[in-house]
T-cell receptor, first 114, second 112 residues
Framework: DTAVSQTPKYLVTQMGNDKSIKCEQNLGHDTMYWYKQDSKKFLKIMFSYNNKELIINETVPNRFSPKSPDKAHLNLHINSLELGDSAVYFC?????????????FGPGTRLLVL | SQQGEEDPQALSIQEGENATMNCSYKTSINNLQWYRQNSGRGLVHLILIRSNEREKHSGRLRVTLDTSKKSSSLLITASRAADTASYFCATDGTGGYNKLIFGAGTRLAVHP
């Protein structure tokens, strides 16, 4: 059973397009995150939701819009894709209310913007 | 800005040798965590050390934390080829946002 899953695994698209990445966790965690890992392997937090509410919003272009329909899902929609958006995007989850300090990561979505 | 810095950036050793990776950070923390990333995969949590702890062990892993120097080290003893991966430290700060700030990672290659 996959704890944190992401779809799609790979995404190749043209500049200017709009795309979405989906994340689901079946761990019963209340908090989910999106991270971006660039070509140099730097991993940086983008957003976090706790029980469907946005709690962390780093300095990310407003072309990126996260949506959490329920606490098990956190999707990322990206408008007007740019070359610099090419990266690996990781979803993660955590049981914040339960005092969990570690995060569980999904396998990543490799986005390539041409 | 990226908080953590790790060194070395890359480490190449033979099986059976020990591997030591270092991590430095800039602000106060609640805890520091180490994660492992195999090529093309997601991150997997390895070990967590709290700000009031100085050393922690888990199997072949040994983590130290020096809050006065704002630094940590991860030691992998008796390395195996399967330990080949990137290793990241991540700090959970005291700012109340419960977010992890990751270092740049160390790429470890263990040769048979």
């Amino acid at each position: 059973d996959t704890a944190v899953s992401q779809t799609p695994k790979y995404l190749v698209t043209q500049m200017g397009n709009d795309k979405s990445i989906k994340c689901e966790q079946n761990l019963g965690h209340d908090t989910m995150y999106w991270y971006k890992q660039d070509s140099k392997k730097f991993l940086k937090i983008m957003f976090s939701y706790n029980n469907k509410e946005l709690i962390i919003n780093e300095t990310v272009p407003n072309r990126f819009s996260p949506k959490s329909p329920d606490k098990a899902h956190l999707n990322l929609h990206i408008n007007s894709l740019e070359l610099g958006d090419s990266a690996v995007y990781f979803c993660a989850s955590r049981d914040l209310a339960g005092g969990m300090e570690t995060q569980y990561f999904g396998p990543g979505t490799r986005l390539l913007v041409l | 800005s990226q908080q953590g810095e790790e060194d070395p950036q890359a480490l190449s050793i033979q099986e059976g040798e020990n591997a030591t990776m270092n991590c430095s950070y800039k602000t106060s923390i609640n805890n520091l965590q180490w994660y492992r990333q195999n090529s093309g995969r997601g991150l997997v949590h390895l070990i967590l050390i709290r700000s009031n702890e100085r050393e922690k062990h888990s199997g072949r892993l040994r983590v130290t934390l020096d809050t006065s120097k704002k630094s940590s080290s991860l030691l992998i003893t008796a390395s195996r080829a399967a330990d080949t991966a990137s290793y990241f430290c991540a700090t959970d700060g005291t700012g109340g946002y419960n977010k992890l700030i990751f270092g740049a990672g160390t790429r470890l290659a263990v040769h048979p």
